[in-house]
């Protein structure tokens, strides 16, 4: 039955992977809330129960945003020398969720072998690597943004390979962006390179990929990070960008974001998605809060009208596209964030309203329920990971001015699932840097027949690696306090 249930439904087997999802997913969440004794229980849980070594076919952004990311924040919170959460310790841990995290990553790397691109299957099966039937087409945020957590795992295991694929990942899609308006599209086929989905936007498909583009700048340091972001930025204000200049004033619509074919910049649709909704809060990371502002305003006019955010939501009609609201976390990021850069209490206000109307129309007996229909809010029995992992924590840390994450001597990034990952100088060594600079600029890869490929790395073997794993405590460090908002002085403060 199990086994013919989940190859009957593709989309929850290639989620939830029959690995403990959302225990794994939720670890950091119970840091934050400062519940060491859950915590450490469902770590040992983990650690006693969770196998990768399954036949089991996963999207290996969702394994790797959900899973590999959380077991490696947790890993961080066990062995931080601060503990800033209370005693998060393990009693004889001996970096297992390390080992767990290192052991997924391997299993997810076949999928960046055989891709003339380099750009990687969007499947891999656990077990057996790509499987034979699969798809040729993958999604440019699914594919481009692995960096955050393959970088996090290269670094900490002094192991190149990881962080080497999706580095190698990103610039083959950078190098497929439109020479006219610099934009991407959201699908593109790995073999040839083609672009299959021409539209261009901030919501499914692409969105991650830009906040990865920061975010690996803001953690790792590398310059054409941060290059490729800005240019991204730009393409997105230039092209997207439609409604008057400025947000409180002058004449026009207010701003607002839209979906463009990638090479004429024409518009293509009249819906903006939910997923958007964390455009917000890149936007304040990089220090744009004035349009952050306008954008997050816009989409909590849509939260008030339905108490909940619909999947698409057509702007012309100004009615929903697609109806259901699987829990998202965006909006409530985009408050948080907000919140947090601005300290004006609309953004509380905000809050609570999400809040209630979470309780009022998803609370069920064992949890919180996916609005199937946001008009007559019927429900669907389904709980995502991200509830707890990103809008459970999002809304938690909006309400609690104390939390460790705003005061304590460290300073932290959320990955795109919401993991916190200290931002220190450990993650900023890669003595491997020259050797990726020898493969040419962001435009030179994906082109170059000179790249060793993976295998050739020879660190692919995980049972040898397994032993290699290096005792991070040696590095924990002491780190200034600073909340991320201006991205310049954040990497300047290092
Ligand atoms: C999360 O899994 C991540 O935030 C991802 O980047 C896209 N959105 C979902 C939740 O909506």
């Given at each position: 039955l199990f086994h013919f249930f989940f190859s009957s439904n593709l989309n929850i087997n290639d989620v939830l992977g029959n690995y403990s999802l959302t225990l794994v997913d939720a670890l950091d969440t119970l840091a934050i809330m400062g519940n060491s004794s859950e915590f450490q229980k469902a770590v040992k849980l983990v650690i006693n129960t969770v196998s990768f070594d399954k036949d089991s076919t996963v999207q290996v952004f969702e394994a790797t945003i959900r899973v590999l990311g959380s077991l490696l924040s947790a890993h961080r919170i066990i062995t931080d020398s601060k503990q800033p959460f209370g005693d998060m310790t393990i009693k004889d841990y001996d970096n297992e969720l390390l080992h767990m995290a290192h052991d997924l990553a391997v299993r997810l790397l076949p999928a960046f072998e055989n891709t003339k691109t380099g750009i990687p299957y969007p499947r891999v099966n656990l077990k057996t690597g790509v499987p034979p039937d699969?798809?040729?087409?993958?999604?440019?945020?699914?594919?481009?943004?692995?960096?955050?957590?393959?970088?996090?795992?290269?670094?900490?295991?002094?192991?190149?390979t990881f962080e080497w694929v999706a580095r190698r990942a990103v610039k083959a899609l950078w190098s497929l962006r439109s020479s006219d308006t610099g934009l991407l599209g959201n699908v593109v086929n790995i073999q040839t390179g083609h672009w299959v989905g021409k539209q261009s936007g901030l919501g499914a498909g692409l969105d991650s990929f830009y906040e990865y583009l920061l975010k690996s700048y803001i953690l790792f340091?590398?310059?054409?990070?941060?290059?490729?972001?800005?240019?991204?930025?730009?393409?997105?204000?230039?092209?997207?960008?439609?409604?008057?200049?400025?947000?409180?004033?002058?004449?026009?619509?207010?701003?607002l974001y839209v979906n463009v074919n990638m090479f004429s910049g024409q518009l293509m649709n009249t819906w903006i998605d939910s997923l958007q909704a964390f455009f917000p809060g890149l936007q304040v990371l990089i220090g744009d809060v004035e349009d952050a502002i306008c954008l997050h305003a816009f989409y909590y006019a849509i939260w008030k009208r339905y108490g909940a955010l619909p999947e698409r939501y057509n702007w012309q009609l100004q009615a929903p596209d697609v109806l259901f609201y699987p829990l998202r976390p965006e909006l409530v990021e985009s408050t948080y964030l907000l919140y947090q850069a601005t300290k004006n209490p609309f953004y509380l206000h905000v809050g609570m309203?999400?809040?209630?109307?979470?309780?009022?129309?998803?609370?069920?007996?064992?949890?919180?329920?996916?609005?199937?229909?946001?008009?007559?809010?019927?429900?669907?029995?389904?709980?995502?990971?991200?509830?707890?992992?990103?809008?459970?924590?999002?809304?938690?840390?909006?309400?609690?001015?104390?939390?460790?994450?705003?005061?304590?001597?460290?300073?932290?990034?959320?990955?795109?699932?919401?993991?916190?990952?200290?931002?220190?100088?450990?993650?900023?060594?890669?003595?491997?840097?020259?050797?990726?600079?020898?493969?040419?600029?962001?435009?030179?890869?994906?082109?170059?027949?000179?790249?060793?490929?993976?295998?050739?790395?020879?660190?692919?073997?995980?049972?040898?690696?397994?032993?290699?794993?290096?005792?991070?405590?040696?590095?924990?460090?002491?780190?200034?306090?600073?909340?991320?908002?201006?991205?310049?002085?954040?990497?300047?403060?290092?």
């Amino acid at each position: 039955l199990f086994h013919f249930f989940f190859s009957s439904n593709l989309n929850i087997n290639d989620v939830l992977g029959n690995y403990s999802l959302t225990l794994v997913d939720a670890l950091d969440t119970l840091a934050i809330m400062g519940n060491s004794s859950e915590f450490q229980k469902a770590v040992k849980l983990v650690i006693n129960t969770v196998s990768f070594d399954k036949d089991s076919t996963v999207q290996v952004f969702e394994a790797t945003i959900r899973v590999l990311g959380s077991l490696l924040s947790a890993h961080r919170i066990i062995t931080d020398s601060k503990q800033p959460f209370g005693d998060m310790t393990i009693k004889d841990y001996d970096n297992e969720l390390l080992h767990m995290a290192h052991d997924l990553a391997v299993r997810l790397l076949p999928a960046f072998e055989n891709t003339k691109t380099g750009i990687p299957y969007p499947r891999v099966n656990l077990k057996t690597g790509v499987p034979p039937d699969s798809n040729n087409e993958t999604c440019t945020a699914g594919a481009g943004s692995l960096l955050v957590e393959f970088g996090i795992l290269s670094r900490l295991l002094g192991d190149s390979t990881f962080e080497w694929v999706a580095r190698r990942a990103v610039k083959a899609l950078w190098s497929l962006r439109s020479s006219d308006t610099g934009l991407l599209g959201n699908v593109v086929n790995i073999q040839t390179g083609h672009w299959v989905g021409k539209q261009s936007g901030l919501g499914a498909g692409l969105d991650s990929f830009y906040e990865y583009l920061l975010k690996s700048y803001i953690l790792f340091g590398e310059k054409e990070d941060l290059e490729m972001f800005n240019a991204a930025y730009q393409s997105i204000q230039n092209y997207l960008r439609r409604g008057r200049e400025a947000c409180n004033e002058g004449e026009g619509d207010p701003p607002l974001y839209v979906n463009v074919n990638m090479f004429s910049g024409q518009l293509m649709n009249t819906w903006i998605d939910s997923l958007q909704a964390f455009f917000p809060g890149l936007q304040v990371l990089i220090g744009d809060v004035e349009d952050a502002i306008c954008l997050h305003a816009f989409y909590y006019a849509i939260w008030k009208r339905y108490g909940a955010l619909p999947e698409r939501y057509n702007w012309q009609l100004q009615a929903p596209d697609v109806l259901f609201y699987p829990l998202r976390p965006e909006l409530v990021e985009s408050t948080y964030l907000l919140y947090q850069a601005t300290k004006n209490p609309f953004y509380l206000h905000v809050g609570m309203d999400i809040l209630q109307s979470l309780e009022k129309y998803t609370k069920v007996k064992c949890g919180y329920a996916t609005l199937h229909h946001v008009i007559d809010k019927s429900k669907e029995d389904r709980m995502e990971s991200f509830f707890l992992s990103e809008t459970c924590k999002y809304l938690y840390l909006l309400f609690d001015e104390e939390n460790p994450v705003h005061k304590s001597g460290t300073r932290y990034m959320f990955t795109t699932e919401g993991h916190i990952i200290s931002v220190d100088e450990r993650l900023r060594e890669s003595p491997w840097k020259e050797f990726f600079s020898e493969e040419g600029g962001p435009d030179q890869v994906g082109k170059s027949g000179h790249r060793p490929k993976p295998q050739e790395l020879n660190v692919i073997n995980s049972s040898s690696n397994c032993n290699r794993v290096p005792d991070e405590r040696r590095y924990a460090l002491p780190l200034k306090s600073i909340y991320m908002r201006q991205i310049d002085q954040m990497v300047g403060l290092i």
